[in-house]
């Protein structure tokens, strides 16, 4: 079932574009950001929490395309605007852990999928309350900013209906993100709510073995 989301004009608006510090994010009207998955290198043997791995890959530029790492060596590229990931992946990839942490400067959330390759990825603010997919039930999160990732085709269950993820919602309370929420596991759709305290510059990257997204999400505005 399609999400629509509905805009950020006032949150945007306090985000504001003067003043801020170097790196800030992009604020002037674009298209949103898109790259081919596809091009992200082949998965290699590294450790799965070897982040510094020659084979993950970031989004560069605007438009963004996938370079190849080391992920420690991430660019300054924080955005606010709606981001698209595009994929040539046949089938629903299974989203199966999802992860969080806090960091100097920002807070991290990582979605871990089985296969080589990322299903189709749109990440955009979005005005609250969010909505479960499938019964339009109001989802309350904490904070000022809400940072919708949804996967497409993706899923968040097995064959048998069990569910992939332990969680479905926690409030880790850190400095950015204050609550996450899965609102949509339905027929190849996957989102994941993010409540901030405000609408905040982030970035993503992709990982490899095991595949996994990455977004980052900056302390402060």
Do not use: K
Request: charged share 25%.
């Amino acid at each position: 079932m399609p999400l629509r989301f509905p805009s950020l004009a006032l949150a945007l608006a306090l985000f504001g574009c003067a003043g801020q510090e170097s790196p800030a994010p992009h604020c002037p009207d674009a298209p949103a950001r898109s790259a081919p998955v596809e091009s992200v290198p082949a998965a290699s043997d590294d450790p799965p929490e070897a982040l510094g791995a020659a084979n993950d890959s970031v989004l560069v530029g605007d438009p963004p395309i996938l370079v190849a790492g080391p992920l420690s060596q991430l660019p300054g590229d924080w955005t606010v605007r709606a981001t698209d990931v595009s994929s040539a992946r046949e089938g629903a990839a299974t989203l199966r852990a999802f992860r969080t942490g806090s960091h100097d400067g920002f807070d991290r959330v990582v979605f871990a999928f089985d296969g080589d390759v990322l299903p189709a990825v749109h990440l955009e603010y979005v005005d609250r309350p969010s909505r479960a997919c499938g019964s339009g039930e109001a989802v309350w999160l904490e904070g000022e900013g809400w940072l919708a990732v949804r996967f497409d085709p993706a899923m968040a269950h097995t064959e048998d209906g069990e569910a992939t993820l332990a969680e479905r919602r926690e409030r880790p309370r850190m400095v950015a993100l204050r609550e996450w929420a899965l609102t949509c596991d339905f027929e190849a759709d996957v989102t994941v709510v993010l409540g901030l305290t405000a609408p905040a510059g982030y970035r993503t990257a992709v990982l490899r073995a095991p595949l996994r997204l990455v977004v980052d999400v900056r302390h402060g505005r």
